[in-house]
């Protein structure tokens, strides 16, 4: 009894010291993860659109504002959001909160660097083009509530494109011609998107028919009012596109957290494009000597019509899935979301020509991806019939599969979302997600999704690695003001031996793409070289009981962050 009274009255100070200590610990945290809500709270706000695709539906009833006050209100905020987050840069946090502070201070930085340094709002009309569309498009889209209650949203948010547009009309000055081209191109999809999108929505809501007419004209009228401002203002000059070295050194940064510049990025995209080129080339002409069968012979029963071809796609879907299981690459939750390859809908068609997925939002309580297929003619004549049929036959359809769905952007999207951190959900980064799914195109061709040898599929891998790094070369020299857009594309063709009239002008289209998108296009090489590096680097720290599939299932769970910063996990 002597003893315990002694032991308590000697440590009964450390003990309350060590109490207070918890207990400021814990609070410290809570602080960390309330500053953390508050700032995704304050950028989903702002952009209403993106958070509506992500799945958050708070702010489903408005479009963004891109006035002066507002542009000014929001910087004022999430410089107020920076100082308050730097504070815990030295906190005692977790490895994961520390993860999470790099990841806000990214999504704060380059927020500002948007709305401050680039100021997009005043140099892209696409901007304001993309948000009339994508606010009416990622509401038709998500499955969180019946039409009846969405159409509400959609009105209000038809309602508000002639002021979106009038604010577009204060802001743009001097846009570079390329992006008035774009635009106005848009436009003209946007025009027929409303139309179509408001004639669904009167069939199906005919007591609101002559209200959504109104809305619907007069979004139109306004969109018709900004290519004729767009037609008449004076373009700027030919490179005005271009972010310039320190706002695209800044991303390098602070969206990819690279210890590099640009002029570093652009020697290494210059290697990678030196080793593709000679890779691609030898193989070719290995190709050419060795494998010239011609067109495959094969018989095509009478019978095989345009739903076996959509079957097929949604079977072929199933089937890699299922390959990915069975040959331990990684595993697949039980609980994924639905994927269901469809024709693109009419009311995108003029938006979406190719192949393209559009996921759910990982905030969403729905999750159903869909992968967007080139329509199918209902007239197929029989000559177009055998190629189908020639396409099915050999299941073509595998590398579209492979780098939009398993286990490409459907299977890490959908893992990503099932994170239960809001600051990880929120996360989007290009390098992450393209960068997987162009790794993953390789990956399984080396896992035997075709075979001991497919030598038509593997040049178009081996193409596809030319094209990405070529487009690093292409991504840096277009923003830094090295590449007019014309010079761009002359570029492309040359690189790329591009020799059709279609080929030409697909590349005009996608130069054109680039120069609205700065660091996009090197995500996709880069990121594939960094998840390649964080394998290395797993396997040798994990080398005993290393398998592949363990380090996919690692890596996935991780988000859609930097892959950067992922050899946090590894230190």
């Known amino acids: 009894m002597t003893t315990d009274r002694r032991f308590f009255k000697l440590y009964y100070p450390l003990l309350i010291f060590l109490s207070l200590l918890t207990i400021s610990n814990v609070q410290g945290k809570s602080k960390f993860e309330t500053l953390s809500n508050q700032i995704l709270e304050s950028i989903q706000a702002f952009y209403p659109v993106k958070s509506t695709e992500m799945g958050i539906h708070s702010y489903d009833y408005h479009l963004a504002d891109y006035s002066s006050s507002s542009v000014k209100k929001m910087t004022k905020s999430l410089n107020k959001f920076q100082t308050r987050l730097y504070k815990y840069k030295s906190a005692k946090l977790t490895r994961e909160q520390k993860i999470n502070y790099k990841l806000l201070k990214s999504n704060l930085d380059i927020a500002l660097l948007d709305l401050r340094k680039i100021r997009w ?18 509401l038709m889209l998500s499955g969180h509530a019946p039409m009846s209650e969405k159409v509400v949203a959609i009105i209000s948010r038809m309602k508000q494109v002639p002021a979106l547009f009038k604010t577009a009309k204060k802001n743009i000055s001097k846009p570079p011609q390329v992006y008035i081209d774009a635009a106005l191109e848009s436009l003209e999809s946007a025009i027929e998107f409303y139309k179509l999108a408001s004639g669904k929505l009167m069939s199906q809501f005919p007591e609101r028919a002559d209200n959504i007419l109104k809305i619907s004209t007069r979004a139109r009228e306004a969109m018709t009012d900004f290519s004729s401002f767009l037609i008449e203002i004076t373009p700027g000059k ?3 596109f271009s972010i310039g070295k320190d706002n695209f050194d800044y991303k390098l940064k602070h969206e990819y957290f690279f210890d590099f510049d640009s002029d570093s990025l652009l ?12 890779a691609y080339r030898t193989y070719e002409k290995y190709l050419e000597d060795s494998h010239q069968n011609g067109a495959d012979s094969v018989y095509v029963p009478k019978e095989f019509n345009r739903q076996d071809i959509l079957d097929y796609y949604n079977w072929e879907t199933n089937q890699v899935k299922i390959f990915l299981e069975k040959n331990n690459i990684i595993n697949v939750p039980e609980n994924i979301g639905q994927l269901s390859v469809i024709e693109t809908p009419p009311f995108l068609r003029s938006m979406h020509g190719g192949i393209a997925y559009q996921p759910a939002g990982p905030f969403d309580s729905e999750q159903h991806g869909y992968f967007y297929v080139r329509p199918i003619p209902e007239d197929l004549n029989r000559r177009l019939l055998e190629s189908r049929y020639r396409y099915v036959h050999r299941r073509g359809f595998k590398g579209s599969v492979v780098h939009e769905a398993y286990p490409g952007h459907h299977l890490q999207l959908q893992i990503a979302g099932m994170n ?22 390789e990956m399984m061709y080396e896992n035997g999704l075709f075979g001991d040898e497919d030598p038509v599929q593997w040049l178009g891998i081996l193409g596809g690695i030319r094209y990405r790094a070529a487009r690093i070369v292409v991504d840096v020299k277009l923003h830094t003001g090295q590449f007019s857009y014309d010079q761009c594309v002359a570029w492309m063709n040359e690189t790329l031996d591009i020799e059709t009239e279609g080929q030409k002008a697909y590349i005009r289209k996608e130069v054109r793409r680039y120069t609205h998108n700065p660091t996009y296009q090197m995500s996709y090489l880069m990121g594939k070289r960094e998840i390649l590096r964080l394998r290395e680097a797993y396997k040798n720290k994990h080398y005993e009981d290393y398998t592949l599939a363990a380090f996919h299932n690692w890596l996935l769970e991780k988000g859609s962050l930097p892959p950067a910063l992922i050899w946090d996990y590894l230190k």
């Not at 709002?121 to 948000?131: A, F, N, R, T």
């Open 420 to 441: 239960k951190s809001k600051v990880r959900k929120w996360q989007f980064n290009i390098m992450m997600i393209e960068g997987w799914a162009l790794y993953s195109e």
């Open 121 to 138: 709002h005043k140099k892209s009309p696409q901007l304001y083009v993309d948000e009339a569309i994508n606010g009416l498009y990622f």
């Open 238 to 240: 030919e490179t005005a």
């Open 267 to 278: 020697k290494i995209g210059e290697s990678l494009l030196a080793d593709a080129q000679k």
